[in-house]
């Protein structure tokens, strides 16, 4: 195979993978936002602060796998402490106060951050067979990168299992349709607002934990992806997993080779399509409410 | 007939302090309140579209940096332009952005406008960071010329001595916030609360909503570009930071701690703001942590601000006046 095709096809697979990554953070906003009408802005501060979790546990046990699997969670039980003792007391205040107040905590775990662990780059060392290339059908790829994409595919089949086979998952969807309805059924929906809440926030920790090798861990990286992953949710439309998944796959594409063919407006393009979307259908691909 | 006695007093109390303001508290407090009132006209256009319009914008501030970058661009390419039109030219150019964005922002509202918002103004903070050639880039404008306040035959007066700046920016800040003040007292700014209140009925009454936001939203563009202008001015300097994401939540926060739908929340919030930054900047560099801080406490304890806590704290205390009268523009 010749060297353009090869470029063509890497640069694919580094789309596929971030917009991977931009699919696990912009999945658990929509999730928040679907079933609680919260948009939660603190959202891609909680995937940033996964990836110094991670960083910390990494350079305390020194094993990628276990920061993989403990980072998400401590990330959620920050989100549940969130949800339980600050958006639930404004909950009766609408959607504003909600907004802003979110926005409030995405700047104390800004600042907490730069407190804990200092305005550097931290690098985060992957284990030695996921680093590197393999080589299929006479390419090599990035493994890394297929794991991102193994495991976003993996995290994604779980979130379909748990959301159509379980009754957790039952109540779920019902209660997006109607929450006051399944409360009133005799399900306490204040726990399953909280643990859907936890759910969002440990989909953000993984992405985190995921894009921490390939970015270095720095403050500026809940803008950096937080914002591509706003405007997935925007563009695809309010609360609908499909329309995250598919604007992902296009952003993450569009970005890599926006970087390559047209770098110093590649930031551009993203907004760019995210405006032509929104012009012709202002709820997004797939979006029915506001 | 006391209270409107009063009232002149107190205005004319006012007016007494700001023209002697420079000479009781020096330079380093007069150029702090220059900074104040900029942000306070800043945040009372945010306020026309969030108080008045419940409209929430995550990305006002790039209306306030486009205001900037108009007056800046303008001073340094046109030869021998004055003053009031270089302000003017700023604020068209935040008239022209609203006018361009207003088609697309008119049909969203709620979360989705926020959000447009927020997409848009980092839009705006990204383009001025990569169209180096005309914005410069991380550098900004800077050292453009300042011309001399001057109408013809009338009075010329060079802005360059702080003092000086200070009466020139109170004037034109202060005939700015006086004449959204006069549009909020208008029929129209009734239409622009209804609108906020109830958009379907707004409509059954045969009033266009549409339209009407995007009215409102021009204007809260024109004057938080005139806020964008003179700051350009102030600093001599205009930059991509003027477009950022904190600039943005600047206003938010101002209007919040003060009081949202009040008319002059806004301000009070400015001047709170202004106080604890100025405290908290001598003790530590955590202005974020601070600022985050103020935000979930306000929006937690006091979630209509210092206006509404002095409302409702009225309203306990004398229980005899009618109670809704005041909470009319207030929600």
Redesign the interface.
């Known amino acids: 195979m010749d060297q353009t095709t090869a470029m063509y096809v890497a640069q694919g697979i580094h789309g596929l993978a971030y917009g991977m990554i931009l699919f696990l953070v912009a999945s658990g906003l929509n999730i928040i936002?679907g079933m609680m009408g919260i948009?939660n802005l603190a959202h891609a501060s909680f995937f940033m602060l996964s990836a110094y979790f991670c960083y910390q546990f990494l350079s305390m046990t020194g094993s990628f796998w276990a920061s993989l699997l403990l980072a998400p969670v401590a990330t959620a039980v920050f989100g549940i402490l969130l949800e339980r003792f600050?958006l639930r007391?404004?909950h009766g205040?609408g959607?504003?106060?909600e907004?802003?107040?979110t926005?409030?905590?995405?700047?104390?775990i800004?600042?907490?951050v730069?407190?804990f662990w200092g305005t550097e780059s931290l690098p985060v060392k992957i284990p030695s067979f996921l680093s590197g290339l393999v080589p299929i059908a006479g390419m090599d790829y990035p493994v890394y990168r297929l794991f991102i994409i193994a495991m976003a595919l993996l995290v994604l089949a779980m979130m379909a299992l748990l959301l159509y086979k379980t009754r957790l998952g039952k109540i779920v969807r019902a209660a997006v349709s109607d929450a006051d309805m399944v409360n009133a059924l005799g399900i306490n929906m204040p726990l399953v607002f909280m643990l859907v809440f936890g759910v969002g926030t440990w989909l953000a920790g993984v992405a985190g934990v995921a894009i921490a090798p390939i970015l270095m861990v720095f403050p500026g990286l809940a803008?950096q992806v937080g914002?591509d992953a706003?405007?997935v949710?925007?563009t695809g439309g309010?609360g609908s997993l499909s329309g995250a998944f598919m604007v992902s796959i296009i952003f993450g594409l569009l970005s890599s080779y926006g970087v390559q063919f047209v770098s110093?407006?590649a930031?551009?393009l993203m907004?760019a399509f995210?405006?032509v979307v929104?012009?012709i259908k202002?709820?997004?691909f797939f979006g029915e409410r506001? | 007939m006391t209270g409107r006695v009063l009232k002149w007093i107190l205005w004319t109390a006012l007016a007494a302090v700001l023209a002697f303001y420079p000479k009781l508290f020096g330079l380093y407090y007069t150029n702090l309140f220059v900074t104040f009132a900029i942000f306070a006209l800043f945040s009372v256009s945010f306020n026309l579209l969030?108080g008045y319009t419940g409209l929430?914008s995550?990305g006002h501030a790039m209306f306030f940096g486009v205001g900037g970058y108009g007056t800046a661009l303008a001073l340094k390419h046109i030869q021998g332009l004055s003053l009031l039109p270089a302000v003017l030219i700023g604020s068209l150019s935040a008239i022209l952005l609203g006018l361009i964005l207003c088609p697309?922002v008119v049909?969203?509202?709620?979360?989705?406008f926020?959000?447009?918002h927020?997409?848009?103004g980092?839009?705006m903070h990204?383009?001025a960071l990569?169209l180096r050639g005309i914005t410069g880039g991380e550098d900004g404008i800077g050292g453009f010329p300042i011309p001399r306040f001057s109408i013809p035959g009338i009075v010329s007066i060079d802005i360059k001595p702080p003092e000086n700046f200070y009466y020139f920016a109170i004037c034109l800040l202060g005939a700015s916030l006086w004449m959204i003040w006069f549009l909020t007292k208008t029929p129209f700014g009734q239409i622009q609360v209804g609108v906020r209140d109830n958009a379907k009925r707004i409509d059954y009454l045969g009033f266009k909503v549409p339209q009407t936001k995007a009215v409102v939203y021009v204007v809260a563009a024109a004057f938080a570009g005139v806020a964008g202008s003179v700051y350009a001015l102030f600093q001599n300097l205009i930059s991509s930071e003027s477009l950022n994401?904190f600039k943005s939540?600047a206003p938010?926060t101002m209007t919040?701690i003060g009081g949202v739908g009040s008319f002059f929340g806004p301000i009070l919030g400015a001047a709170i703001i202004q106080v604890i930054e100025e405290l908290t900047s001598r003790l530590t560099e955590?202005v974020?942590?601070v600022?985050?801080?103020?935000?979930?406490l306000v929006?937690?304890f006091v979630?209509m601000g210092c206006v509404g806590l002095v409302r409702s704290l009225k309203q306990k205390w004398i229980a005899h006046s009618a109670p809704s009268a005041h909470l009319e523009k207030a929600s």
């Open positions: 936002f948009l600050l007391r404004v205040l959607h504003m106060a907004l802003i107040l926005v409030g905590v995405s700047l104390v800004l600042a907490g730069k407190i803008d914002m706003f405007v949710v925007v309010l110093s407006l930031p551009v907004f995210m405006a929104l012009a202002p709820t997004g506001e | 969030l929430l995550f697309l049909r969203v509202s709620g979360t989705a926020a959000m447009l927020l997409a848009f980092e839009l990204v383009l990569k994401v939540f938010i919040m955590q974020e942590l600022v985050g801080l103020i935000l979930i929006i937690v979630p």
